[in-house]
């Protein structure tokens, strides 16, 4: 598996070949200005929430590639009736086969309305269960610490995450080395800090802080790709 960040939330990866996109927002990040949004490979886009700081290039990236567009009922049918039609809607708690792996929606802590005020259902996150694969991955979405992640880390395999580390809106360090734990991985991928003044961290301390705990936390450049 291959890993790209995008900036913010956003990540691409790419398993046996077919391209993942989570929470597009690139075209309204300055600090991902050098990504071109037209190289971003794409066979399904998950959003895990309707603020605009995940949904942005959601439109702009369907509609070029086509990709299939995954997240709660009520994202999808906000994209379908804007005239996309390549949607799959979850609910927390399910599970469905795609021809990459298995998606379950699960639970975040936040809030949830679309860019243009309208309900935007749950947040929830995502655990991937690549095919022919034992373990997963867990994509945290914007979430506050909860023990709903225990349930995760007690039914699967989790190999790494993506937690948002930037405080104010979301998880700081601290719960986030706590969510590791009860999703049961040390080897963690930092999002959702930097890219506003209220999410600032210092990156350094950030690391060392989950160094102490015998944690890795990953902080790749914008751009960077790293294998998994
Ligand atoms: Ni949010
Ligand atoms: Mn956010």
Redo the contacts with the bound molecule.
């Keep these: 598996m291959k890993l790209t960040y995008f900036g913010h939330s956003c990540f691409g990866i790419e398993i046996n070949g077919l391209h993942l996109v989570f929470d597009p927002f690139i075209s309204g990040n300055p600090l991902a200005a050098h990504i071109d949004l037209k190289q971003v490979n794409a066979d399904y886009i998950l959003i895990s929430?309707g603020?605009e700081?995940?949904v942005l290039d959601a439109e702009i990236i369907a509609k070029r590639t086509g990709a299939k567009l995954i997240s709660n009922f009520e994202i999808i049918n906000w994209f379908l009736s804007k005239g996309l039609e390549n949607g799959h809607s979850m609910n927390h708690g399910g599970k469905f086969s795609f021809d990459f792996g298995t998606v379950q929606y699960v639970n975040a802590v936040?809030s949830s309305s679309m860019p243009d005020g309208s309900y935007g259902g749950n947040p929830g996150g995502f655990v991937i269960t690549p095919k022919e694969s034992r373990s997963s991955f867990y994509y945290a979405g914007?979430t506050a610490l909860t023990y709903d992640m225990k349930l995760i880390g007690e039914q699967e395999t989790i190999d790494f995450a993506l937690l948002p580390i930037g405080d104010n809106?979301t998880m700081g360090v601290d719960d986030a080395i706590r969510a590791a734990e009860f999703v049961g991985t040390s080897k963690i991928v930092g999002l959702h800090y930097n890219t506003f003044p209220p999410i600032q961290i210092e990156t350094e301390k950030a690391v060392a802080r989950f160094s102490e705990t015998g944690k890795m936390l990953l902080l790749p450049q914008i751009g960077d790709t790293i294998d998994f």
Excluded: K, M, N, R
């Design positions: 929430h603020h700081d995940h936040h914007d809106y």
